[in-house]
């Protein structure tokens, strides 16, 4: 874990309502350059809503997002720069069904980066050598198992050279044994001192690759530390009642 002093990414206030559902009611972190921040919670506290407002997949409500200290949300604000710099990967993969597992590493590359046909090449089989996945090249994705498409959707979204790596519970929809695999590529990209975000299940795997962990509850952060802190000292009620449910992992 090689997180610098550097804050990369400022949440301030932020609020989020669908019609009268207010989903988040009051959002505030930093993330530094090269951290490992993971959200846990319970289902329908806000993890994901707070991940999809970050990728602005969802309008905030209200609140700040800075980004290298510039707000995002301002109406002077290029959203394209940042969305380029900020990747995603997906609970259900999302690759493209008609392409093969080397163009859907490419094309983004070519149409946002605009990156030569060669240069998208090189750089999509590096990253798919790196997630096990670079024997698969010319395979569609419905030939694949979850496990393998989940690991080319990393690839793909490491391929865009992003900033900052956000993942929405990428195991969820994976049957049990294909997710080690997984984890076992996040925890080798942790390792190589990329800033991620990620929404996750998977207690073990918080409590092992975090360099600070949030726990969402209702709409805001009820606690927030290192591991060590939060599963071993938890200081609220709810974190202690739904790490509970873990100890035994």
């Known amino acids: 874990m090689t997180a610098t002093n550097e804050t990369i990414l ?6 989020k309502s669908f019609g009268e559902h207010q989903v988040l009611r009051d959002i505030s972190l930093d993330i530094k350059r090269g951290e490992i921040a993971t959200i846990i919670g319970p289902s329908g506290g806000g993890k994901s809503t707070t991940l999809r407002c970050i990728n602005l997949l969802e309008e905030p409500t209200s609140g700040e997002i800075a ?14 720069i940042y969305r380029a710099k900020v990747g ?16 859907n590493c490419m094309v983004g590359q070519e149409l946002v980066l605009k990156r030569s046909k060669e240069e998208a090449r090189k750089i999509a089989f590096k990253n798919l050598e790196k997630v096990g996945m670079a024997e698969y ?20 979204a490491i391929s865009m050279d992003p900033e900052i790596l956000l993942f929405d519970e990428p195991t969820s929809a994976l ?5 080690g695999e997984v984890l076992s590529v996040m925890q080798n990209l942790a390792n190589t001192g990329l800033t991620m975000i990620i929404v996750t299940h998977e207690m073990a795997f918080a409590r092992d690759v975090s360099d600070q962990i949030f726990f969402i509850s209702d709409g805001i952060i009820a606690e927030q530390g290192n591991p060590d802190q939060l599963f071993n000292h938890p200081q609220n009620e709810k974190t202690t009642k739904f790490l509970s449910n873990f100890q035994n992992n």
């Open 175 to 179: 049957d049990p044994e294909m997710v």
């Open 137 to 156: 090249i010319n395979a569609r994705p419905n030939q694949l198992s979850g496990g393998q498409q989940q690991r080319v959707a990393i690839a793909r």
């Open 10 to 15: 400022s949440l301030k206030h932020l609020q």
């Open 67 to 80: 980004f290298h200290g510039e707000n995002v949300l301002a109406s002077s604000y290029n959203r394209n």
């Open 88 to 103: 995603m990967v997906f609970q259900q993969f999302d690759l493209f069904e008609n392409k093969n597992v080397l163009a």
